[in-house]
C-alpha cells in the first residue's frame, strides 16, 4: 500500500491560487537508457508518460479551448486559460524525452502515431449539428476530467516517491516528473469545476471514468512492452512480467495496484471534489525548488 498521505486536511491549503505557467526547459543530453539504474521495467513504465501525454495534452488544449466560450463564470474561465497554458507546456516538455530517443536510434513513432490516432481522429472533432457537437464536447470534458484525477494521483505519487530518490535515479528526470506532478496536483480541480459547471451528473462523471480507466491501463501495458522490446540495452530479450512489477512495488519504486485502484474509486464517491484529495501546499514547495522552474522563473 502506498505509504504517504492520500488527502490532507484544507486548512492549511492556499486560497485563490493563480496557476502560472512555466516555460521550463530539459537537457536530455546526458540521460541514461535505464535512468533509474538497473531498473529498466521500473524505468520504463515510468517512460510510458512520454509516449502519452504530447498528444493527450495538446488534446486536452483543444477541447478545453472549445468549452472557454460556454463558461459563464470569471473565475473558472481564468483557472481554464491557467490550465490550457500549463497543459501546452507539459506537451511540450514530454516530447523533448521522445525527440531525444529519436536522435539516438530509438523510434517510439509506431506506438506514439497510435495515440495521436486516438486524440486525433476516435477522441478528436466531428461534424455534428450544434447541440449535438457541444455535448461531444463535454463528453471529452468528462473524459479528461477522469484523466485529471488520474495524474493528479500520479503527480502526488512523483512527489512522494523518495524510493526513486535512493535508487539513484536520474535527477534531470526526476525534477520533469515532479514539475508536471506538482502542476498536476495545483490545477487537479479544473477539468472538475469545467465539467460541473457545463453538465455534472453523476452518472456522466463516474462512466468517463468507467471508460477511462481500463483503457488508459490497456495503454500503459501495451506502452510498457513496447518500450522494453525497444530498449537496445535489452535487445528485446526480457518480457515484462507481472511478478516484476509487484516487486518493483514492494520497494515503492512503482505506485502499488492496491493503492492506484483505491484512488480511482474515490473518484465515484457523489461528494468526491478533487479537492478534497492531495496537496496544494507539497505542490508549490516543490515548484519553489524546482531546478527547471527556479530556471523558468529567472
Partial sequence: MFGHRGTVSRWDEPENLVLQPRDVTFDWAELPTHWVPNEPLVTHTINVLHLLLPAGERWFVDVFTQAVPLIKDDKLQEEVLGFIEQEAIH????????????AMGIDTDPYVQQISWMFEKALGDRDLPARRG???MIER???????EHITAML?????????????????TMMDLLRWHGAEEVTHRAVAFD????????????????????????????????????LDPELGGRVPPRWRH????????????????????????????????????????AYLATSPAARAAAA
Avoid: K
Wanted: charged content about 15%.
Fill in 155 to 171: 503527480g502526488h505519487w512523483a512527489l512522494n516517491a523518495t524510493a526513486l530518490d535512493a535508487a539513484q535515479a536520474d535527477a
Fill in 194 to 229: 469545467l465539467f460541473s459547471h457545463l453538465d455534472g451528473r453523476y452518472l456522466r462523471r463516474v462512466r468517463a471514468m468507467l471508460i477511462t480507466a481500463p483503457i488508459m491501463l490497456w495503454l500503459w501495458v501495451r506502452g510498457v512492452v513496447f518500450l522494453m522490446r
Fill in 91 to 102: 506537451a511540450s516538455s514530454h516530447q523533448g524525452v521522445l525527440d531525444h530517443w529519436q
Fill in 134 to 136: 457541444e455535448e461531444w
Fill in 141 to 147: 470534458v468528462a473524459i479528461i476530467a477522469a484523466i
Fill in 245 to 284: 512489477f509487484f516487486r518493483a512495488t514492494h520497494r515503492r519504486l512503482l505506485p502499488s495496484a492496491r493503492w492506484v485502484i483505491w484512488q480511482v474509486l474515490q473518484y465515484a464517491r457523489p461528494a468526491y471534489h478533487p479537492s478534497q484529495e492531495y496537496s496544494t501546499s507539497q505542490a508549490l
